[in-house]
């Protein structure tokens, strides 16, 4: 909105009010992201925002929480490279970011 320029809700197709939300550990600003209601006014735990990586057509999604020059950003990734793995939000690693990058796909490939 006008109040976050550059930051978008991630809306699920499961209802118009499910946008995904940080639920963040009081003092590292990582935790599990989940599908919750949208809350009323710009929540940074409901804002993101896409950084490019060094491969193209690859994005992290950063978490407006906590997002600062000063701080390494906080992005979603996976916690194995299974089928079965959850979501998290956690500080950008240079050294595991295939698990933290994400491409957009058309609906038929």
Do not use: C, R
């Not at 407006?64 to 194995?80: F, M």
Request: net charge negative.
């Amino acid at each position: 909105g006008p109040q976050a320029p550059g930051w978008w809700y991630l809306q699920t197709l499961m209802g118009t009010e499910y946008v995904m939300t940080l639920q963040p550990h009081a003092t590292t600003g990582a935790g599990p992201v989940v599908m919750q209601p949208k809350a009323l006014g710009d929540l940074d735990t409901q804002l993101w925002s896409l950084l490019p990586t060094e491969v193209p057509g690859y994005w992290y999604i950063q978490s407006k929480y906590g997002a600062s020059n000063s701080q390494t950003p906080v992005v979603i990734g996976l916690t194995s490279d299974t089928s079965a793995a959850s979501a998290v939000a956690n500080p950008l690693s240079f050294t595991g970011f295939a698990a933290q990058a994400w491409g957009f796909k058309p609906v038929y490939w």
